[in-house]
């Protein structure tokens, strides 16, 4: 098979494998549009918990040791919910399989709206990490899809910054409905907009053939033919695969630390007020929205001047990664000010900007019809990042001489693992020389 030209597996458009013209067009983006909605539910989901952290402490007499366990919580089952949903992707139709998922966002996401204890937070969180878990993945399966190899970096970049959209409109949206009822009246809102999607996925979403990926027009370059499948083993054995999960690793847990932290590190590390706050939280993840398609739309433009994917899909998103890490160390030690928040912002930026070609070095190397089970499995242990970073960050806020100071540690620590993890990736990712190593294997 030629990459990015497979039918999938129980494609509900796969007898319209093939179709070309701009009906082909227009649904791949419609369908493009529905998951840069389900990206933005999805990460509003993440940030609500740190939006809501100053009342949810104050009102259930939490420490933030105990904070830092409601906020790794989400992640404590995201892994299994990862790879489970992954497997089940190449199994079950992509409309009900993401119908399914964001139903069950609503249903962990309902009870917060009413009293609830700690424990039943924590069960609510690790519940909605299961189900939020094969989200990313699911969505690049579907997204790959509706497009060939050499033309996914762009929409593989649009998906991801549905995830930046989503805080960007949820933190002030989300801030407003806690200072004007409560924390938990946010939660309730956000069941409300995973049931909406839900139907709106059902009426309108699907996989699409990858061969109507023809129909976008232009001439595909040469190809690596892969096998029909690989060994796991041996997939992930490669050093693109290596590379990506270390550098995914380290993403995510600088992003799982700006969705679950930022608003408390601004409250009460720098001490903002809660609408100077909630204005400024959104300033990171409108940046990384913004780059997340620049870098999506430089990475397309390189390709097709003939640089290597090595470059455009692997050292271009460590380098952003490890740029992302140099600007964590150095804002960590600043005081507050138009200095400190313009590293961090810098930073954010370029920590989610390479996410969407990286997605699709990874699409270079596994055969489609293991694509999902392979980024299922690899987000599933991207995704213990999230797990950690937040336990860490509270214990060290806790240790720390005062809040600033412990946040100053806390950010520290997090910028050198996002430089050494940038650094493996460097040296292991080449998705063409992987790619043409399982041709000639297999």
């Avoid at 995830?163 to 009246?185: C, F, K, M, Q, R």
């Avoid at 380290?250 to 799982?256: D, E, F, G, I, P």
């Amino acid at each position: 098979m030629v990459v990015g030209q497979r039918e999938v597996p129980g494609s509900a458009a796969a007898s319209d494998a093939g179709t070309k013209g701009p009906g082909v067009r227009r649904r791949a983006w419609f369908v493009l549009a529905l998951l840069v909605c389900l990206m933005l539910v999805n990460f509003a989901d993440k940030v609500v918990v740190g939006l809501s952290g100053v009342g949810m402490k104050k009102e259930l007499g939490l420490d933030s040791a105990q904070f830092g366990i409601i906020q790794s919580s989400f992640f404590w089952f995201f892994a299994v919910g990862s790879v489970l949903g992954g497997w089940l992707g190449g199994k079950v139709r992509a409309r009900w399989l993401l119908a399914g998922i964001a139903a069950l966002w609503a249903l962990s996401l309902a009870p917060m709206a009413g009293q609830v204890g700690f424990t039943a937070i924590v069960a609510c969180r690790a519940l909605l990490g299961f189900a939020e878990g094969p989200t990313v993945a699911l969505a690049m399966q579907v997204a790959h899809s509706w497009f060939p190899a050499h033309r996914r970096s762009v929409p593989s970049s649009i998906v991801i910054a549905g995830a930046g959209v989503g805080p960007l409109i949820a933190a002030p949206v989300l801030t407003w409905v806690i200072e004007a009822h409560s924390w938990h009246a946010a939660f309730g809102v956000l069941a409300a907009f995973g049931a909406v999607f839900a139907v709106l996925w059902l009426i309108g979403g699907s996989s699409g053939p990858e061969g109507a990926a023809h129909g976008h027009g232009g001439e595909a370059p040469k190809v690596t033919v892969l096998p029909e499948r690989v060994p796991l083993r041996r997939l992930f054995s490669t050093g693109t695969l290596i590379g990506m999960a270390l550098l995914f690793f380290v993403a995510y847990a600088n992003t799982s630390v700006g969705v679950s932290w930022l608003p408390l590190y601004l409250r009460e590390g720098l001490g903002y007020d809660a609408t100077t706050a909630g204005k400024l939280v959104v300033l990171p993840f409108l940046g990384a929205a913004i780059a997340v398609i620049l870098v999506g739309v430089l990475s397309s433009a390189l390709t097709k001047r003939g640089v290597g994917n090595r470059v455009t899909r692997g050292v271009l998103p460590a380098s952003m990664v490890l740029a992302s890490g140099v600007c964590t160390v150095g804002f960590s030690s600043l005081d507050r000010g138009v200095p400190q928040m313009t590293l961090l912002v810098i930073g954010a930026c370029l920590n989610s900007a390479g996410y969407g070609v990286a997605f699709a070095g990874l699409a270079d190397v596994a055969p489609a019809g293991q694509r999902s089970t392979v980024f299922g499995i690899v987000t599933g242990v991207y995704s213990l990042g999230g797990v950690v970073a937040p336990l860490v960050i509270g214990r060290l806020v806790d240790a720390g001489k005062s809040a600033a100071a412990g946040y100053g540690d806390g950010f520290l620590v997090l910028g050198i693992t996002l430089i050494v993890g940038a650094v493996a990736a460097l040296l292991l990712v080449d998705p063409d020389r992987d790619a043409a190593r399982l041709a000639a294997a297999f």
